[in-house]
């Protein structure tokens, strides 16, 4: 009997069969016990059957002011029905060009220039480009290097799963773009278990990059790419000092450092941005998700100045031969527009940082619960890290993130890590709420 889903009735039964494939799913298990959600608002989800579900993870790091809100939907509303769609390859609306420039108004000082994308991929996949071409625009055009950093996520594009550190995640797809090389990463469980905020040891793994640089001639190198908290890893925070380290060696070699805030852009840390909050600037840094508030897809690629105006030394005509058909599309710009408006009347850009402590407190609560071998935190986001069930990581973690869905809570899992990110409109309570529900589900999981 053919099972597929008629439209609109999607039933269980239906998604044992359906056509979607899903992304970063485990497709068959899935479709055989489906999690789904129909609506949402606030802090909250509902499931097709009604049930309400806390947002412990801003849907997947995105939803920052929380769902659905009113000057957000109204704004993608109004834009679809005035412009749909126009060009800004050689055209432009004003849309864009106001989205660009709240942007820049928010960003770190000579920061004002924004490439448009549509995803935190396409940012990574452009941020390398414009270093690449930049240093070719210098007439240094041997470095072609790339670093990334192991445990590092920087979408799935071929230039961001290339400079990425998850082994998962490139595995399958053969070698990925030539000449990258990897840093080592930062976390350390023996020196910095139970760490609150950022932790003591650990400046020194900046210096595994002066190792990259011994081995490959620093002048051959474009650019470090890291996330200055990483997320999808499992929140490692950066230890004191290292990305000052970080930053240091890249001057010394002439090395462009660039900060993937995909994740931690748009208020997470308690500032607009990761930079403001550690006092490091980079040299460009990518965004998406909290930009448009996940609404619509979008993400940006800002500049240093001296970055943007090298480009614009050259000759007439075109700078850069890059850019997507949807880069600045109108709906997601008047969206962008929307949002800032939002997080600025109601602070949110740095409400996280009145939470930090409450949130920090809560999370650590979870420390001497059975399993936890760690608990970290930075801003408004954390992870607690289990011990791995013998012969099959990550599933104590995947049966407490189910444990904790079907208590009302959606959190997000990692490897044998629960990661935590709620929207930045989260009350104490619902902070309360959210770990006290995964104490729970830890005291039944094996
Ligand atoms: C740091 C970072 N970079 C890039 C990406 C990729 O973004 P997208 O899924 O929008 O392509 C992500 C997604 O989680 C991310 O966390």
Redesign the pocket.
């Known amino acids: 009997m053919n099972k597929r889903a008629e439209p609109g009735a999607i039933s269980t039964v239906d998604l044992e069969q359906a056509a979607f494939w899903m992304p970063f799913t485990a497709n068959r298990q899935f479709k055989k016990t489906p999690r789904l959600l129909a609506r949402a608002e606030g802090m909250y989800y509902w499931t097709p059957e009604g049930r309400q579900v806390l947002d412990g993870t801003s849907g997947?790091?995105c939803v920052n002011a929380g769902h659905c809100r009113p000057r957000i939907v109204e704004a993608v509303q109004k834009q679809v029905a005035q412009m749909d769609f126009a060009p800004t390859f050689q055209m432009g609306h004003p849309v864009a060009f106001e989205f660009a420039e709240r942007l820049a108004r928010i960003a770190p000082g000579g920061f004002s220039r924004v490439f448009f994308t549509n995803?935190?991929?396409?940012?990574?996949d452009t941020a390398l480009k414009i270093a690449l071409a930049y240093h070719r625009a210098r007439g240094e055009a041997q470095r072609i290097r790339l670093i990334g950093r192991q445990r590092?996520?920087?979408?799935?594009?071929f230039g961001?799963m290339s400079v990425g550190g998850i082994g998962a995640n490139r595995k399958a797809f053969g070698p990925g773009v030539a000449a990258v090389d990897h840093i080592a990463h930062t976390h350390d469980l023996q020196r910095n278990a139970f760490s609150r905020g950022q932790p003591q040891a650990g400046a020194e793994f900046a210096d595994d990059l002066e190792r990259i640089c011994t081995l490959h001639d620093p002048s051959t190198i474009a650019a470090v790419i890291v996330?200055p908290v990483?997320?999808?890893a499992g929140v490692l925070v950066p230890p004191q000092g290292y990305l000052q380290r970080l930053r240091e060696i890249c001057n010394r070699h002439g090395i462009l450092l660039i900060f993937?805030?995909?994740?931690?852009g748009f208020g997470r840390l308690g500032q607009p941005f990761a930079s403001q909050r550690f006092g490091v600037l980079p040299d460009l840094f990518?965004t998406?998700?909290g930009m448009t508030n996940g609404t619509v897809?979008m993400?940006a690629v800002f500049a240093k100045d001296s970055i943007y105006d090298t480009f614009m030394d050259a000759p007439e005509g075109i700078e850069l031969f890059h850019g997507y058909t949807y880069s600045g599309h109108p709906l997601a710009c008047a969206a962008g527009i929307a949002t800032l408006d939002t997080y600025a009347e109601e602070g949110l850009l740095t409400r996280a940082g009145s939470l930090e402590k409450i949130f920090e407190e809560r999370i650590h609560s979870l420390k001497g619960e059975r399993h936890v071998v760690d608990v970290r935190n930075c801003g408004l986001m954390g992870a607690v890290e289990l011990e791995p069930r013998a012969g099959k990581p990550g599933a104590r973690a995947y049966e407490t993130f189910l444990k904790v869905f079907e208590a009302g809570v959606l959190v997000r899992w990692t490897g044998d890590i629960l990661a935590f990110s709620p929207p930045l409109i989260v009350e104490s309570a619902q902070i309360e709420r959210i770990f006290d529900t995964v104490r729970e589900a830890l005291k039944t999981v094996d």
């Open positions: 997947l790091w995803s935190g991929s396409e940012s990574a590092g996520y920087h979408g799935v594009n961001g996330e990483a997320g999808s993937d805030e995909v994740i931690t990518t998406a998700k897809p993400g």
